[in-house]
């Protein structure tokens, strides 16, 4: 396994990550002329003057991500792990490289932790299928959260009916935060995994996964981190929050769809049986039987996304390119300056944390008198996107007593004024309903 | 800035569209119906439960109860002014009409049979919308089908 240097040669992101510390040096940067690294946004494109604000759901590519992908397929492309001859060497160390920044990217002490995947959600059944099929019989106990996405309540519902275990929820408070106070009585329980996000997806409630894990394992129960919309917005390290394991998507962050990783310590790794079956994840093949190849092939049936992991890496490197420090400060600067404005707007309920340090700049909420969609549509007339549903969380819609919120979701491009924007096409919903 | 002037945004939210969504018509339970059917938009959570008393294939009653956006709430409403007092076979004409409408005929949105329902032409130039408009019609087509 290739161990090389982050960021080599290969990489777009170092060149922006010279080109930033050269304009500006460490410090907040700026949104504005950040979008100039995004093609979606350029003012002769399609999508000129467009507010996007459903970065939540999938955020727009950094010119890096896009040129790495591009060049992976046009200079370096081969089946990995395969051929003798040397295109399909530099095929395999690209592909290796790539698994290697994501592990240095999420604090993995051991490349060999970092699984390909389609996605969070293929990470999360992943485990589910393999990790739970084997550590969770009957009458054993899940514990889930009312902030979980469907990808992290389904595969477990699956799973409990197959092995006849009971799922559990971990309640909100009236600000959609964990209700830690329910924990312990919970965890009381026979809970062989509590699953929970990294960051709420709906609400954008930072949950306090390092607490949770503590408790969690003094109660002897394993614990996965549904991390996609974590890895964007906040500074992963696997090994500081505790956790067993910790799933990821690439979109999330400026990379491509279709990919993602899966990170699980080594030890439960071993233990687990294979995934899917195929060829990549064998050792020997007999008429009757196999063994498995080596971690992380072992979970990587078929031939793997090459493109699509060259692809993350690249977006890992330009996420880190732009500090964590100047990140954290941009998202403060728009939490704040969101919930100020928003909180402004006559006949609007914000949901989520009222306290910007417990949140991300995601804002769900409703109108008086204006559903969901009908906001969405008004505010698309404008040239502003937004998200209007369930948001893939509907026992937690159920439980804030609303069939759906509208969300506008930021990342690194988002500016203030663009909140501005929002705040005056919510004014004209208000009026059209008025 | 844009206004209700602007074509797009008027075509959609009409005023006679806004006064179903605020006053919706045959709203509640229908004790002695003859069908219920409870059909929902899993991609937006619109939902409705509609009602009918269905006698020698007519609609001698019909009522709703629902949640969602304007355009599904009020075209509900409209359908079940259509539909009262009508033969069922009537009431699966309007739905192939109302659909065709939605599909931008333009024959169909002059069509006055439609009655009020004739307002939500305009939905047809927002295809993320089409679905919401059709919920209604789609539970009255799966009652009519239950009723047998």
């Known amino acids: 396994m290739s161990e090389s240097v982050p960021g080599g040669a290969h990489t777009g992101g170092a060149t922006l990550a010279a080109e930033n510390a050269g304009r500006s040096g460490p410090g907040p940067f700026d949104p504005a002329r950040l979008r100039d690294r995004f093609p979606i946004f350029r003012p002769e494109g399609p999508n000129a003057g467009l507010v996007y604000l459903d970065s939540a759901a999938t955020a727009q590519r950094p010119d890096v991500v896009l040129d790495a992908i591009n060049d992976f397929y046009r200079d370096d492309n081969a089946n990995v792990h395969r051929g003798l001859y040397e295109l399909s060497r530099r095929a395999t160390e690209r592909f290796e490289e790539a698994r290697s920044t994501v592990a240095r990217f999420i604090g993995a002490r051991d490349t060999a932790e970092v699984v390909w995947t389609r996605g969070t959600t293929e990470g999360i059944n992943l485990v589910a299928a393999t990790w739970g099929a084997g550590n969770v019989g009957p009458g054993d106990e899940i514990l889930l959260t009312m902030l979980d996405h469907h990808s992290n309540v389904v595969p477990w519902q699956l799973l409990a009916r197959r092995v006849g275990a009971r799922l559990r929820y971990v309640d909100i408070d009236e600000s959609g935060r964990l209700r830690l106070d329910q924990l312990d009585a919970a965890l009381k329980g026979p809970v062989k995994l509590v699953a929970l996000n990294h960051v709420s997806n709906a609400l954008g409630t930072i949950n306090p996964v390092a607490e949770v894990v503590e408790r969690a394992r003094s109660a002897g129960a394993r614990v996965l981190v549904d991390g996609a919309q974590g890895a964007p917005h906040l500074p992963v390290d696997v090994e500081a929050l505790g956790c067993d394991f910790y799933a990821l998507s690439a979109h999330k962050m400026g990379g491509p769809m279709g990919i993602g990783a899966l990170w699980a310590r080594r030890e439960l790794l071993d233990a687990m049986p294979p995934y899917q079956g195929g060829g990549e994840m064998i050792d020997v093949v007999h008429p009757d039987e196999s063994t498995w190849a080596e971690l992380p092939h072992k979970f990587e049936a078929g031939t793997p996304n090459v493109g699509g992991a060259v692809g993350m890496a690249a977006a890992v490197d330009f996420v880190q390119s732009l500090t964590p420090a100047a990140v954290k400060e941009h998202e403060s600067r728009l939490v704040a300056y969101g919930l100020e404005r928003l909180g402004r707007v006559a006949g609007l309920r914000l949901f989520g944390p009222a306290e910007p340090e417990d949140r991300i700049a995601v804002f769900s909420f409703a109108m008086q008198g204006v559903h969901p969609h009908d906001v969405a549509t008004i505010l698309d007339a404008q040239g502003i996107a937004v998200r209007a549903g369930h948001h893939c969380t509907q026992p937690l819609m159920r439980r804030l007593g609303v069939p759906a919120t509208t969300r506008a979701s930021c990342w690194v491009y988002n500016t203030t004024d663009e909140i501005d924007r929002l705040v005056e096409g919510l004014e004209e919903a208000a009026r059209v309903f008025g | ?148």
């Not at chain 2, 009653?61 to 709430?73: L, N, P, R, T, Y």
């Not at chain 2, 009409?97 to 032409?121: I, Q, S, T």
């Not at chain 2, 927002?126 to 009723?147: H, I, M, S």
């Open chain 2, 1 to 148: 800035m844009i206004d209700r002037s602007t074509p797009a945004l008027g075509d959609l939210f009409q005023d006679i569209i806004l006064e179903h969504y605020r006053r919706p018509r045959n709203k509640g339970a229908l004790q002695d119906a003859t069908v219920n059917v409870h059909m929902n938009n899993p991609t937006c959570g619109d939902e409705v439960h509609l009602h009918l008393v269905v006698e020698e294939g007519v609609v001698r009653d019909v009522a709703f109860e629902g949640e969602g956006c304007s355009i599904s709430q009020s075209s509900i409403s409209m359908m079940t002014q259509m539909l009262k007092g009508q033969p069922v076979e009537e009431g699966l004409r309007l739905a192939e009409r109302f659909k065709e409408m939605m599909h931008g005929d333009a024959d169909a949105a002059k069509d006055k049979a439609l009655r009020d329902a004739r307002a939500l032409a305009g939905v047809s130039k927002f295809p993320t919308r089409v679905k919401c408009a059709l919920l209604g019609w789609d539970a009255f087509e799966e009652a009519v089908e239950r009723q047998g």
